[in-house]
């Protein structure tokens, strides 16, 4: 079975979908792996390190030819596909929802599309899932990101010339992102608070050491939603907890907001009012601007300025750590396709529980449910 790894076009995209040691791990199960010149070259990986490890490096249509899986980290443009064999695997984030016109090309193209965003949340495939992986250094990427920005020290420092303060950092959404970002916080000396609609992180958050900010009165999510994620809540709670915040938000120094849910605009936790409140010099960073935005105001790709508050909106956050997401993100690939590698038939056969849950497109349909709905 031949490998393809395609190089990144999509703009910003730094991070490749193989590394030198995925390369040698594929070899091992009987694999010939193929990669696209300069694949590796904004993730630290030059050319000649793929060749190390076994790999042929070629032109686009030379790596593609005879391919019976393609890789890749963004859905490559249909387009770009040329000399591709009918049939092969493709193994990437494909936006399902968001690139809906492209996963109708995959099909006519009759390739055998992959999300790998769409991998269920089940402890088999907790190796396999790009989105905890990609999140848990956007997180991280986030609290840095914020102290970039800020124009003040995070920890608390007693100094002979006087003290200064530690900074207040207030994270809204306690996924992946959220505990790797109070987590990174805290490291860096700040006083910490989260908050979530899901009941069941408070024990989390307050095992960081951060301090649980959550309505108390009305009742939010007791477990979690659908894949681990939160679920829409009542106008009750949303009004409910819009007050808490208000209160909250107003004494602190930097915000990160992590809300997402799949297949939905991100849910708007902070308004310009809100905003208006914070002191002058803090900070917001908004995970979420590229699915619409946690904040009135951020702009995707941007740091604007809001009454005195710089909003961050950086895009592909984890594209920004090229070299470690892309680390990730392979194995993530290798962790999935080992698991399924037939040796008698030379590359993976999927079970229905995983294989139903990302396939996309097969024989020239589009045959997900969640795009079929």
């Known amino acids: 079975m031949k490998i393809a790894v395609l190089k990144e076009q999509a703009e910003g995209e730094l991070r490749v979908a193989a590394t030198p040691e995925t390369v040698k791990k594929f070899i091992k199960l009987g694999a010939e792996m193929a990669v696209e010149k ?58 399902p929802f968001g690139e809906r016109a492209r996963v109708d090309a995959y099909a006519g193209l009759g390739l055998e599309a992959l999300a790998m965003e769409f991998m269920p949340r089940i402890t088999r495939a907790q190796s396999m899932d790009i989105l905890s992986s990609q999140s848990n250094l956007s997180g991280y990427k986030a609290v840095l990101d ?130 208006q409140t914070m002191k002058p010099g803090s900070v917001i960073v908004d995970l979420a601007v590229e699915q619409g935005g946690n904040v009135e105001g951020a702009v995707a790709g941007e740091v604007v300025e809001k009454h005195g508050v710089k909003i961050v909106g950086h895009k592909n956050v984890p594209s920004r750590l090229a070299a470690d997401t892309s680390a990730l993100f392979s194995r993530n690939l290798y962790n999935f396709l080992s698991a399924f590698w037939d040796e008698e038939t030379g590359g993976p056969v999927l079970d229905e529980e995983i294989g139903d849950a990302i396939r996309l497109t ?6 997900n449910e969640r795009l079929l709905g």
């Open 38 to 95: 300069g694949a590796g070259e904004t993730a630290s990986i030059s050319d000649a390190e793929y060749e190390e490890a076994g790999a042929q490096v070629a032109d686009r249509v030379s790596v593609l030819k005879d391919a019976g899986i393609i890789l890749g980290v963004q859905g490559p443009a249909p387009d770009s596909l040329n000399g591709m064999q009918k049939g092969a695997l493709l193994a990437a984030s494909l936006n």
């Open 146 to 275: 914020a102290a970039g920005e800020y124009g003040r020290a995070f920890p608390m420092m007693m100094t002979a010339a006087g003290t200064v303060s530690a900074a207040r950092c207030f994270v809204m959404g306690v996924g992946v992102a959220g505990l790797q970002a109070i987590a990174t916080a805290r490291r860096l000396g700040a006083q910490v608070s989260a908050t979530d609609v899901r009941a069941a992180t408070k024990e989390q958050i307050e095992s960081l050491g951060a301090k649980a900010i959550f309505v108390e009165d009305v009742a939010g999510i007791e477990g979690e939603g659908t894949g681990g994620y939160a679920t829409e809540m009542s106008d009750e709670y949303k009004k409910a907890q819009a007050e808490l915040v208000s209160s909250h938000i107003a004494k602190q120094d930097i915000v990160i907001t992590t809300a997402l849910i799949p297949g939905r605009p991100a849910p708007r936790l902070i308004s310009d009012a809100q905003i």
């Open 362 to 367: 097969k024989d020239g349909n589009v045959v």
